[in-house]
């Protein structure tokens, strides 16, 4: 036999497929690797899935983060708008003036409170006065009686 790589002619023992052991062995061997490519195949299979799957989940959360970022920017704008400083002065601008309204309320009530007692003070006073005075046409008048009783007696007795 001939070797067409360099011209050489070879035996029959020289020749690897007469080996039936070395070729069973390396047939082994190359089903292992077979074995082995088939399983790295598969993995690379369902990494590949496993990756869309992130891209596809990765594109959702990238969708999603553009509308937060949207809704964000929206509600910034509104915060942005509103002019905290000037409400806040109004808000306590109103709160001066109710302070102001609440301590002229009170001024009245404590007028009015003052005005309720001076006239309780002179209707009270009045009213003793009144009482008294009843008492004394009281007592006159009882004694009334009895003085013109004593007067006529005492006339009576003089004649």
């Known amino acids: 036999m001939e070797d067409s790589s360099n011209g050489q002619v070879?035996?029959?023992?020289?020749?690897?497929?007469?080996?039936?052991?070395?070729?069973?062995?390396?047939?082994?061997?190359?089903?292992?690797?077979?074995?082995?490519?088939?399983?790295?195949?598969?993995?690379?299979?369902d990494s590949q899935e496993a990756a869309q799957e992130a891209v596809e989940a990765a594109?959702?959360?990238?969708e999603a983060t553009k509308k937060l970022t949207a809704s964000t920017e929206t509600l910034i704008?509104?915060?942005?708008?509103?002019?905290?400083?000037?409400?806040?002065e109004e808000i306590e601008e109103k709160i001066?003036?109710?302070?102001?309204?609440?301590?002229e309320i009170e001024g009245k009530i404590e007028k009015a409170k003052t005005a309720l007692q001076r006239d309780l003070e002179k209707t009270e006073g009045r009213l003793s006065d009144r009482i008294d005075?009843?008492?004394?046409?009281?007592?006159?008048?009882?004694?009334?009686?009895v003085i013109v009783g004593l007067i006529l007696l005492l006339a009576m007795a003089l004649m």
Not at 59 to 62: K, S, W
Not at 77 to 88: C, G, H, L, T
Not at 96 to 103: F, L, R, S
């Open 59 to 62: 594109g959702e959360v990238y």
């Open 10 to 45: 070879l035996d029959e023992e020289d020749v690897p497929f007469g080996d039936v052991p070395a070729i069973s062995e390396a047939l082994g061997e190359l089903q292992t690797q077979l074995q082995d490519l088939k399983s790295a195949t598969e993995h690379i299979e």
């Open 96 to 103: 001066v003036n109710a302070h102001g309204q609440i301590a």
């Open 77 to 88: 704008a509104r915060i942005d708008s509103v002019n905290f400083p000037e409400r806040f």
């Open 133 to 145: 005075h009843l008492e004394l046409l009281l007592k006159v008048a009882i004694a009334s009686p």
